[in-house]
């Protein structure tokens, strides 16, 4: 689907997580890739395995998930296989992650120019005078106002959108490949949301970061990403360019994502809801996840879950019984 080699690349990723004393697979079939100057939207209800799916990458996983089979690779690099000193190394080098909420993610006792400082710190050999001039630079970079009045601010005296732009500038302190940005607009106001992904689109054109895009936002993912990966159920249901996924979408959750997301100025348009709730991990049931919300159910969709199919030009949909080769209207 993607024209450029990828960055990011997860394929068959399946997690397994110990809940009082039981196992589950909150992810049974992940399939990722970004490639370099990519934003990739990765969308999804809650529960359906997108967060987890990334924290897997730089193996930041809670200590009661473990990685169970699939493969992940960054750059060319097998992550699966590193040590823990090679995988720190690899954060922040090769990965940054920029969490939903940058209040917590920061450290409160600290100033904002010395936690982006700590970075270079750990992964490159500065002098106290290049690290210092090279903080500003990074912190002028992600539209930090005044940043030598900034260096030395903590994080509490800082606006979301700026203490946002200190969290990306800790991302991108060592010119990483790959960033991945787990809902990092939901607390900021409508204006701010707009001034952080134009950054993230900058940083994606100008740097050539391939960055994967967390959010339940469809219009953050239609006005900033070149392609989308849809989960569900732990699973990659649909992964295509931004136009056919929100056009020509063949996963029939995908169509009913569209439906259900508010239009702004469509007054007269009724949001329908989808039926049913997400699959339980604890309870799996043999076929698609989504067969029992499903609006074109067959019986063979209760046998066994799809793997990924693709049509000529790379569309990829985990369905037996696409929206494709049936009459759709959306919205």
Same mark, same amino acid.
């Given at each position: 689907?993607?024209?450029?080699?990828p960055?990011l690349?997860?394929?068959?990723?399946?997690?397994?997580?110990?809940?009082? /004393?039981? *196992? +589950?697979?909150?992810?049974?079939?992940?399939?990722?890739?970004? $490639?370099?100057? &990519?934003? %990739?939207?990765?969308? =999804?209800?809650?529960?359906?395995?997108?967060?987890?799916?990334?924290?897997?990458?730089?193996?930041?996983?809670?200590?009661?998930?473990?990685?169970? /089979?699939? *493969? +992940?690779?960054?750059?060319?690099?097998?992550?699966?296989?590193? $040590?823990?000193? &090679?995988? %720190?190394?690899?954060? =922040?080098?090769?990965?940054?992650?920029?969490?939903?909420?940058?209040?917590?993610s920061?450290?409160?006792?600290?100033?904002?120019?010395?936690?982006?400082?700590?970075?270079?710190?750990?992964?490159?050999?500065?002098?106290?005078s290049?690290?210092?001039?090279?903080?500003?630079?990074?912190? =002028?970079?992600?539209?930090?106002?005044?940043?030598?009045?900034?260096?030395?601010?903590?994080?509490?005296?800082?606006?979301?959108?700026?203490?946002?732009?200190?969290?990306?500038?800790?991302?991108?302190?060592?010119?990483?490949?790959?960033?991945?940005?787990?809902?990092?607009?939901?607390?900021?106001?409508?204006?701010?949301?707009?001034?952080?992904?134009?950054?993230?689109?900058?940083?994606?054109?100008?740097?050539?970061?391939?960055?994967?895009?967390?959010?339940?936002?469809?219009?953050?993912?239609?006005?900033?990403?070149?392609?989308?990966?849809?989960?569900?159920?732990?699973?990659?249901?649909?992964?295509?360019n931004?136009?056919?996924?929100?056009?020509?979408?063949?996963?029939?959750?995908?169509?009913?994502?569209?439906?259900s997301?508010?239009?702004?100025?469509?007054?007269?348009?009724?949001?329908?809801g989808?039926?049913?709730?997400?699959?339980?991990?604890?309870?799996?049931?043999?076929?698609?996840?989504?067969?029992?919300?499903?609006?074109?159910?067959?019986?063979?969709?209760?046998?066994?879950?799809?793997?990924?199919?693709?049509?000529?030009?790379?569309?990829?949909?985990?369905?037996?019984?696409?929206?494709?080769?049936?009459?759709?209207?959306?919205?």
């Amino acid at each position: 689907m993607n024209q450029r080699p990828p960055i990011l690349s997860i394929e068959g990723l399946i997690l397994s997580a110990t809940v009082r /004393g039981s *196992t +589950i697979f909150p992810v049974t079939d992940a399939h990722v890739r970004v $490639g370099a100057g &990519e934003i %990739v939207g990765f969308i =999804g209800e809650s529960g359906s395995g997108k967060t987890l799916t990334a924290l897997a990458v730089p193996r930041l996983l809670p200590a009661n998930v473990a990685i169970t /089979g699939g *493969t +992940i690779y960054v750059d060319g690099q097998d992550l699966l296989i590193l $040590g823990e000193a &090679e995988l %720190v190394k690899r954060r =922040g080098l090769d990965i940054g992650m920029v969490f939903q909420d940058s209040l917590s993610s920061l450290n409160p006792t600290q100033t904002v120019g010395k936690q982006i400082a700590e970075v270079l710190t750990l992964h490159e050999n500065l002098w106290k005078s290049q690290m210092h001039s090279r903080t500003l630079e990074i912190m =002028g970079e992600v539209g930090l106002p005044q940043p030598k009045e900034r260096f030395d601010a903590y994080p509490h005296q800082l606006s979301g959108g700026m203490r946002q732009r200190v969290a990306i500038a800790i991302a991108i302190a060592c010119s990483p490949k790959l960033v991945i940005a787990d809902e990092p607009t939901t607390a900021l106001d409508v204006t701010t949301q707009s001034q952080i992904l134009a950054l993230l689109r900058q940083l994606a054109d100008q740097r050539q970061i391939g960055i994967l895009l967390i959010t339940h936002n469809l219009g953050v993912v239609a006005n900033v990403a070149d392609y989308t990966t849809v989960m569900y159920g732990g699973r990659t249901v649909e992964v295509s360019n931004v136009y056919d996924a929100f056009e020509h979408p063949y996963h029939p959750y995908t169509q009913a994502l569209i439906s259900s997301a508010p239009t702004l100025g469509a007054v007269s348009k009724t949001t329908v809801g989808i039926p049913g709730s997400p699959p339980n991990p604890s309870r799996p049931e043999p076929g698609c996840p989504f067969a029992p919300r499903c609006t074109f159910v067959e019986p063979d969709c209760l046998v066994t879950p799809p793997k990924l199919f693709s049509d000529d030009n790379g569309h990829e949909y985990a369905c037996l019984h696409p929206c494709k080769n049936h009459e759709v209207t959306i919205g």
